[in-house]
């Protein structure tokens, strides 16, 4: 945050009475803003892509129904329809090692069972309200957006470890930002715009980190905490268990079945399993399962069952082979271990509320990116106000910032249109596209032609994916999707207009 | 149902934000009542989510939905300042102006990241070895301070002009927390 006060209006500023705040001395907030500057600016870029792309993987599920608007809509199933789903996709796959079913949801109302291939290769199918499979999923955009915001695209340990620490230098932006802002209740309500180019954007910045400031702890630190989790188990199976990983994360995996790869005498009944689990959790809704080694002796079921009013990813239940319960993991009536590390997921994505608290999470996702922009732009301004102007950066920094918006619609409209789409080297091409911008006009002209750029693409998105969709679109979120894109379109074209100055 | 609770409480945040709106517009004799009923609302809210919504699952939806709330009717507010009109002397703090120097810049850069990092995983590690409680727990709540640790002493590092005090700390609390841990070496 950055602790610049606006000093044109003094008198409504003085009658704020003074600050219950206790005074903090100047030398330790000049080193604070030291501090909170040189970790800003050294992590921005990361920062900001990973709140920016955070913000729009809130929407993960919804985007996948957006790509996959035909359905079939599902809003209940009964588990005979999600075994025949399971033995129609054994035909398809002979010999998988495990199978993914995704059972109706309000989030996902789909049934769909993901599986590897003896090659190598994902399927994804989709099945009707009879468990009768009608095509195969294709969400390649879905899937860029949110690897984009979990490892970044890297191998995964590597990428992981990145967003881990890139939420640990963001949570001690915040830290240091607190502390770096002595007048963080005197200040609470003033946002001025024009003027001064430095404090317009210290009151944008302080605003919104000091309203937003439980959500921006909230995820910065369920954020670092995920992607630091293979390190951090990495160390303690290292102390513990002479480097066995597997040891320490089976802590958390309840009831084990013994490998036996010899054929079993008849496929594991999903059906059958659900059925005990309705049984023994009748308030619980299950909502994903894994199907282990189907067709072997040592086949079983992990069941997720989720409970109406908790925050958390719901319970993990171990079937055996003969549908039998072996009982649970605890994720909801263990330990506080287990419940805190539940609610991890959902906390940090959003996915606990409804669609109130969805988009109260991109809202402030997209707070906490204007809040890291603002930040370098206070820096900039500060040079320049101090006659070190440094214009190339001012001009880059602009350029990446809007760089964001239009490399995903761009990586969007290639996603519908291609057959092949690779929406990762589309949007690293039209990343450095927008960066490369800066070297043409002002920061303030770059702004512009990106957002118009923007502006257009998502209108082009929303075009083309209801003329592609229109007769088959089943689902009404793909409609919701291309209204609130055209929406978004629009609000972006406004900010492009002149504006009157204030007389 | 979890929608409709949200949305229902969200006017209670929003309501707080306006008295004490109302507080830090100026003073007056009804000043220490908008602020207490300001921040009752607050609290009422978050309250009011607990048996609507769940003990963890209230709070942090009303946390989002009412900061967001907040946020909207503060940009409602947004006053326009006079491009024109040049501001008065600036009297923001300014960071702290340092001697520009290679070796200092390096070592807070090494304070910062990796031994900050090291010595957090030293007490996560320590507090999921040494900590009494269930092991599941330890090596969770163990897990969970290793970022807010490292993201303190990053803070601290960056800001502290004494930078060798700093790297004294680090490396003595990165040795005894791995030291403990890797001694105990058993859950």
Known sequence: MDASPDKTTP????????????????DFVRAMLAGHSALGLAFAALIYLVCFSGSVAVFTQEFGRWE???????????????????????????????LLVRLPTPDHPRLTVHGDDADGGEHTYVADQ?????????????????????????????GGF??????????????????????????????????????QEADLHNRVSVWGLPFHLAVSLTGAFLGLTTIIVGVLALATFKGDTAKAYALFRGPTVADDPRPAAKIINVGAALDAIAARYPDARPTYLYVEHPGERGQHAIINVATEGRLSRGETVVVDGEGRILGEVGYESGSLGFRVLSAMTPLHFGWFGGWPVKIAYFLLGLGLTAVTASGVAIWLARRRDKGRPAP???????????SQPLAYAFSALVSLLSSTPAPVVVWGLATLAACASAAFGTPAGVSKALRQITAGLLALVCVAHGVLQASAMADPIGWGIDAALLATALLLTLTTLPKRSPS | ???????????????????????WDGPGPQRPWLILGGWSLLILAIAASVPLMGPVRGPSAILAVGSTAVLVFVAAGVERRNARKKAVRELAPEPSDRRRVA??????????????????????????????????????????????????????????????????????????????????GAL
């Open chain 1, 11 to 26: 008198a409504k500023t003085k009658a704020a009475g003074k600050p219950i705040w206790p005074k903090i001395p100047a």
């Open chain 1, 392 to 402: 190339r950066w001012e001009r880059l920094w602009v350029a990446f910032a809007w």
């Open chain 2, 1 to 23: 149902m979890s929608a409709f609770w949200a949305l229902a409480l969200a006017p209670l945040p929003l309501a707080g934000a306006v008295l004490l709106k109302r507080a």
């Open chain 2, 103 to 184: 070796w200092r810049g390096w070592l807070r850069g090494f304070l910062a990241g990796p031994l900050a990092g090291v010595a957090a995983l030293g007490c996560g590690l320590a507090v999921a070895i040494c900590a009494p409680g269930q092991i599941q727990s330890r090596m969770v709540i163990g897990g969970l301070i290793v970022p807010f640790l490292w993201a303190g002493g990053m803070a601290w590092t960056l800001s502290d002009d004494k930078i060798l005090r700093a790297f004294a700390v680090l490396a003595g609390v990165a040795t005894l927390t791995l030291g403990a841990a890797f001694l105990k």
């Open chain 1, 162 to 199: 990145v967003v881990g620490l890139t939420g640990v230098a963001l949570l001690s932006s915040l830290i240091s930002g607190v502390l770096s802002h002595p007048r963080v209740f005197k200040d609470a309500f003033a946002f001025r715009w024009g003027g001064s180019k430095r404090l």
């Open chain 1, 130 to 158: 009879a468990g009768r499979l009608v095509g195969e999923a294709r969400t390649p955009w879905t899937e860029f957006q949110a690897e984009l915001h979990t490892v970044l695209h890297l191998p995964r340990a590597w």
């Open chain 1, 68 to 98: 996959q608007p035909q359905g079939p809509v599902l809003h209940a199933v009964s588990p005979q329809a999600v075994d025949a789903a399971v033995q129609a996709t054994l035909t398809k796959i002979t010999k998988p090692h495990d």
